[in-house]
C-alpha cells in the first residue's frame, strides 16, 4: 500500500472519529430540552429560581424569547436563530474550524507560516485526532463536575415525592417531605422565600397560593410531557406547552429526525420535588417547580432500530426546574425547563 494512500486511510478514520464523538457529545442526555436551560418565566425569566432541597443551585436561562433588558444586555434568541459568526457556532464544524485557526496561529509564532501544520495529510490527521481528544476531555470533565454538583439523597422515591407547599401558611398540604426531614416554610426556598445571596435580584410579581390539585397537575405533566416527546407526538407537546416551548421541542425533534434517529423515554418517575416560587403578573400565573426523577433516555436509528447513544436496561437521575404558566383557573402549562 503506497503511504500517501495510508495517510489518506488514517485522516478518513480520524474524521469519521472526530464526527462520531461529537454526535454523541450532542446527544448525551438527550430527552426535553437536551439538559439545556430555555423557555420564558415572565419577569423572572433571567432571575434564578429560590433554592430548595431539591436542587440547591439552578443554571442561568440559556435561550428564552423574553428580551433581557438587565445590565443592557440583548435580547436572546428566538427559535429556530442562529449563532453568528463563522467560528461561532457549534457541532463537529466549529470544532473544526476553532482547530484550524488554532493550528495557522500556532505556526505563526513559530514563524513557518499561517498553514504550515497543515502542509501534509500527516499534519491533518495530528490536527483531527486532537479536535476528537479535545472533545473527549471536555465531555468527561462535563460529566465530572455534573456528577459533583449533584447531591446525594438516602431511601430512594418516597410514597408523596411532590413536596405540597402551601405558599402562606408554610406546612405541606399532602403530607410529603422532602428530603432530610424538613417541613415547608421559607427556609426551604418555597414562594414566599427571599432568595438567598446570588440567586438573582427581589421577586417580582404578587406571591399565591397553590394547591394540592396543583401539584398533582404538576407531576402529571412530568410524565405526559416526556412520554410525548418520547413518542414524537407534537400535537400533544403543543397542548401542554407554552407556544415558545413546542417551538423548542419541535426543532429538536425535527433536528433528530433529519438524522433518521428517535429519543425513546421511558419509565419516567418522580423520586422528590418542590415549589421554588409561585407567583402572578400581568394576568397570569407562574409555578417554579424542582424535580428530581429518573428515565431511560436512548437514541437509536427509526430504520434499523440500533441503539447510537444510551442503554435502555439504566436509568439516568434529572434534576431541573420545570416553570409552569396558566390564566387564573385555566390549565397549566409548562413554559420553561432550567437544570438544577
Given amino acids: 500500500m503506497r503511504p500517501r494512500s495510508l495517510s489518506l486511510r488514517l ?40 433554592p430548595t432541597p431539591t436542587a440547591p443551585t439552578a443554571q442561568p436561562m440559556q435561550r428564552s424569547t423574553t428580551p433581557q433588558n438587565q445590565m443592557g444586555q440583548t435580547a436572546a434568541r428566538a427559535p429556530g436563530a442562529q449563532s453568528g459568526g463563522f467560528f461561532n457556532r457549534g457541532g463537529f464544524m466549529g470544532g473544526l474550524m476553532g482547530g484550524l485557526l488554532g493550528a495557522g496561529l500556532f505556526g505563526l509564532l513559530f514563524g513557518s507560516g ?4 497543515l502542509g501534509s495529510l500527516a499534519g491533518i490527521l495530528g490536527l483531527l485526532l486532537q479536535v476528537a481528544l479535545v472533545v473527549i476531555v471536555v465531555r468527561l470533565v462535563m460529566g465530572w463536575l455534573r456528577s459533583r454538583n449533584q447531591p446525594s439523597y438516602a431511601g430512594g422515591a418516597r410514597p408523596d415525592p411532590m413536596q405540597r407547599e402551601a ?10 417531605q422532602t428530603g432530610g426531614g424538613q417541613t415547608g416554610g421559607a427556609e426551604m426556598g418555597g414562594a414566599g422565600a427571599v432568595p438567598r445571596a446570588g440567586f438573582g435580584t427581589a421577586p417580582r410579581g404578587r406571591p399565591i397560593k397553590l394547591q394540592g390539585s396543583d401539584f398533582d397537575t404538576f407531576e402529571r405533566r412530568l410524565y405526559e410531557i416526556q412520554d410525548a416527546y418520547g413518542r414524537d407526538d407534537r400535537d400533544t407537546l403543543l397542548r401542554l406547552a407554552t407556544p415558545e416551548m413546542g417551538g423548542y421541542m419541535r426543532e ?20 422528590q420535588g418542590d415549589l421554588s416560587e409561585a407567583w402572578a403578573e400581568d394576568g397570569s400565573e407562574y409555578a417554579t417547580v424542582a424535580m428530581r426523577y429518573e428515565l431511560t433516555d436512548v437514541i437509536a436509528e427509526k430504520a434499523t432500530g440500533r441503539i447510537v447513544q444510551g442503554d435502555p436496561a439504566r436509568k439516568e437521575q434529572v434534576v431541573e426546574f420545570w416553570t409552569f404558566v396558566r390564566s387564573p383557573g385555566g390549565e397549566w402549562l409548562l413554559s420553561a425547563i432550567q437544570q438544577g
Wanted: no cysteine; aromatic share 6%; hydrophobic share 40%.
Fill in 11 to 50: 485522516a478518513l478514520g480520524a474524521l469519521l472519529l472526530a464526527a462520531g464523538v461529537t454526535v454523541a457529545a450532542d446527544f448525551a442526555e438527550a430527552r426535553v430540552g437536551r439538559s439545556g436551560s430555555f423557555g420564558s418565566r415572565g419577569s423572572r425569566t433571567w432571575s434564578t429560581p429560590a
Fill in 114 to 117: 499561517f498553514f504550515s501544520g
Fill in 167 to 176: 405558599l402562606s401558611g408554610g406546612t405541606p398540604m399532602g403530607g410529603g
Fill in 252 to 271: 429538536e425533534l425535527d433536528e433528530l429526525a433529519r438524522d433518521g434517529l428517535e429519543n425513546r423515554l421511558g419509565d419516567v418517575k418522580l423520586l
